[in-house]
């Protein structure tokens, strides 16, 4: 029987993939082999010895001790893809609404309350002060051509817009993906002298953190616009704000409010509403349990943020899984201690993610987890 503790509300039609004569799914479980977590604070938990899996119902993993949990032998799972749609919607609406200036209008337009008959009047001589231009024609930047990049760049094609694309780690599925029409530069700075509105859809990390700051904002044109549906981290608070008073920069449209932003003149923040959709919900909660699933009965890896994907089908008498350091050498000395136990390899894929590596085997004979666990660099491992 696994136990899967579940750290937030997870939507049923995931926990209810998890079969009840296998799995006991519940937000109390103390040794946990498995965990499923959408926005909880993961960073300073204690991680139980039993543990072997957590999924993230969602695409950042800020709120989980990645590096941590490689070191402990625990695989740590993302969904990507499962809201991007959700995403892309408000990233669109998050154009129109800094263009048209529409937040403010809308507040402006609470303050005619009880003028009566006086209103219509009043209307027609304050609108001018919320004109914007229109987004068609205009060229849109993006930042980051993964799932929910993509799903932008082709939106904003058929909206009218030109689009242009940047992402150094460009994946042959999302190129492919592409709307002819979107074209993808080679730097930053190309993204920052054509775009008229530039929106980021990048992972936060030390290498992304103030990719929007005062250096960043000077090569832009005057006048743009700025949307981060990513990771509020990304964006520096004490530049855009400088550049909003200074009329560099028009507005600045973010899902990740801090005090300073909130209220700032041409600042529009939303209280991280991105994938906060029943559909994503769903999507994500499903693909989290799969994930999972597959992981504690297969050993089959599907979009880890720490390992790499990788599956091996079961033949012989037991698959062994191995999680490791990615160094020279090492996988010899797993199959040497597996044969001097007496197992016979019939079949082996490894894989390797940076620092991280992944090894199954198929063996014939019995193999004591424990004599693989004593070799240096190996930080996981179960036989299935």
């Known amino acids: 029987m696994f136990n899967i503790l579940t750290l937030n509300k997870i939507a049923a039609c995931g926990t209810d993939l998890f079969d009840r004569e296998k799995y006991n799914v519940t937000d109390a479980a103390e040794?946990?082999?498995g965990i499923m977590v959408r926005s909880a604070n993961m960073l300073e938990e204690k991680l139980a010895p039993t543990l072997k899996a957590i999924a993230r119902a969602g695409a950042g993993v800020n709120n989980i001790p990645v590096d941590r949990c490689s070191e402990e032998g625990i695989c740590v799972f993302n969904t990507p893809g499962a809201n991007a749609n959700a995403v892309k919607e408000l990233v669109i609406a998050g154009l129109l609404l800094t263009s048209r200036k529409i937040p403010a209008a809308i507040d402006?337009?609470?303050?005619?309350?009880?003028?009566?008959?006086e209103?219509?009047?009043l209307v027609e001589?304050?609108?001018?002060?919320?004109?914007?231009?229109?987004?068609m024609g205009k060229t849109l930047g993006i930042v980051g051509l993964g799932a929910i990049g993509v799903k932008?760049?082709?939106t904003a094609l058929s909206l009218g817009m030109s689009v242009i694309g940047y992402d150094p780690f460009l994946s042959v599925s999302a190129a492919l993906n592409l709307k002819p029409g979107v074209k993808v530069v080679k730097s930053l700075d190309d993204v920052y002298a054509a775009a008229d509105y530039i929106t980021l859809h990048l992972p936060y990390n030390k290498d992304t953190k103030d990719t929007v700051k005062a250096e960043a904002l000077f090569k832009m044109k005057d006048g743009v616009r700025i949307l981060n549906f990513a990771r509020g981290e990304?964006?520096?608070?004490?530049?855009?704000?400088?550049?909003?008073?200074?009329?560099k920069c028009a507005a600045y449209i973010t899902d990740f409010p801090n005090d300073s932003l909130i209220g700032?003149?041409?600042v529009v923040a939303i209280p991280h509403l991105g994938a906060s959709t029943p559909e994503s919900e769903d999507n994500c909660a499903v693909m989290a349990a799969r994930e999972l699933i597959d992981y504690?009965?297969?050993g089959k890896i599907t979009n880890s943020v720490n390992l790499p994907d990788c599956e091996l089908a079961k033949t012989a008498d037991c698959l062994v899984c191995v999680i490791h350091k990615n160094v020279p050498a090492l996988i010899t000395q797993i199959t040497g201690v597996i044969s001097a136990g007496g197992g016979n390899i019939e079949n082996i894929a490894s894989k390797s993610k940076k620092d991280w590596a992944y090894t199954m085997l198929d063996v014939t004979g019995v193999v004591t987890p424990s004599d693989i666990e004593k070799i240096d660099g190996v930080t996981g491992v179960r036989v299935l």
């Open 119 to 121: 209103v219509s009047k």
């Open 31 to 33: 040794s946990p082999d």
């Open 108 to 117: 402006w337009a609470k303050t005619l309350k009880g003028k009566g008959d």
């Open 264 to 266: 700032a003149e041409g």
């Open 125 to 135: 001589k304050g609108k001018a002060a919320f004109a914007g231009p229109e987004i």
């Open 152 to 154: 932008v760049a082709n």
């Open 234 to 247: 990304l964006v520096n608070t004490e530049d855009i704000l400088a550049a909003l008073s200074s009329g």
């Open 296 to 298: 504690l009965e297969t």
